[in-house]
T-cell receptor, first 115, second 117 residues
Framework: DGGITQSPKYLFRKEGQNVTLSCEQN?????MYWYRQDPGQGLRLIYY???????QKGDIAEGYSVSREKKESFPLTVTSAQKNPTAFYLCASSHTSGRSYNEQFFGPGTRLTVL | AQKITQTQPGMFVQEKEAVTLDCTYDTSDPSYGLFWYKQPSSGEMIFLIYQGSYDQQNATEGRYSLNFQKARKSANLVISASQLGDSAMYFC??????????????FGKGITLSVRP
């Protein structure tokens, strides 16, 4: 079945460590996104990529890095520079052409806790 | 910049009744789209319905309909015949089509809906 997978579902990290969250899609979507969600809050965009080997900062990119070496994959690294990394992280993907609205499809999310 | 406002506190509805979830938005872009997503306790976001700013009719998808009032900049979600499985967080979002990052979505803070048996 087509979809988006994120791993791991739960992740624990010690302060000062970098950690990488995985996101893979087999929907043949060009665009991929990373969002952060804090309790009781909406989603905030961290980074997005509309094509392989290219990505742009979202609203809260500081302390995060990404790569887009393959169309199917868009890993997110939470670096030690991120001051408050404990949050729920959602990956999404969408088409960028065809229908004008191109709804985003989301993965199941990764809950990151910094100990 | 785009802004989405969802200010309702937690909403409660009796099973089989209809419920309206409010959403107001702000944008200077004349061409935009409005989205509603559902987030169950499992965490994933499920796309429900879309309304384009130039669409002549209000969008409908099964039990979901969107009450779009462009002049008031509101895009309320109506869920008819509520089911227990509708209990979730609901997010309104928008995308402005004439900005450089035309695939970027701006989300509201969400509304919690609880369906009572």
């Amino acid at each position: 079945d087509g979809g988006i997978t994120q791993s791991p579902k739960y992740l624990f990290r010690k302060e000062g460590q970098n950690v990488t969250l995985s996101c893979e899609q087999n929907l043949n979507h060009d665009a991929m996104y990373w969002y952060r969600q804090d309790p009781g809050q909406g989603l905030r965009l961290i980074y997005y990529s509309q094509i392989v080997n290219d990505f742009q900062k979202g609203d809260i990119a500081e302390g995060y890095s990404v790569s887009r070496e393959k169309k199917e994959s868009f890993p997110l690294t939470v670096t030690s520079a991120q001051k408050n990394p404990t949050a729920f992280y959602l990956c999404a993907s969408s088409h960028t052409s065809g229908r004008s609205y191109n709804e985003q499809f989301f993965g199941p999310g990764t809950r990151l806790t910094v100990l | 910049a785009q802004k989405i406002t969802q200010t309702q506190p937690g909403m409660f509805v009796q099973e089989k009744e209809a419920v309206t979830l409010d959403c107001t938005y702000d944008t200077s872009d004349p061409s935009y789209g409005l989205f509603w997503y559902k987030q169950p306790s499992s965490g994933e976001m499920i796309f429900l319905i879309y309304q384009g700013s130039y669409d002549q009719q209000n969008a409908t998808e099964g039990r979901y309909s969107l009450n779009f009032q462009k002049a008031r900049k509101s895009a309320n979600l109506v869920i008819s015949a509520s089911q227990l499985g509708d209990s979730a967080m609901y997010f309104c979002a928008m995308r402005a089509f004439n900005t450089g990052a035309n695939s970027k979505l701006t989300f509201g803070k969400g509304i919690t809906l609880s369906v009572r048996p």
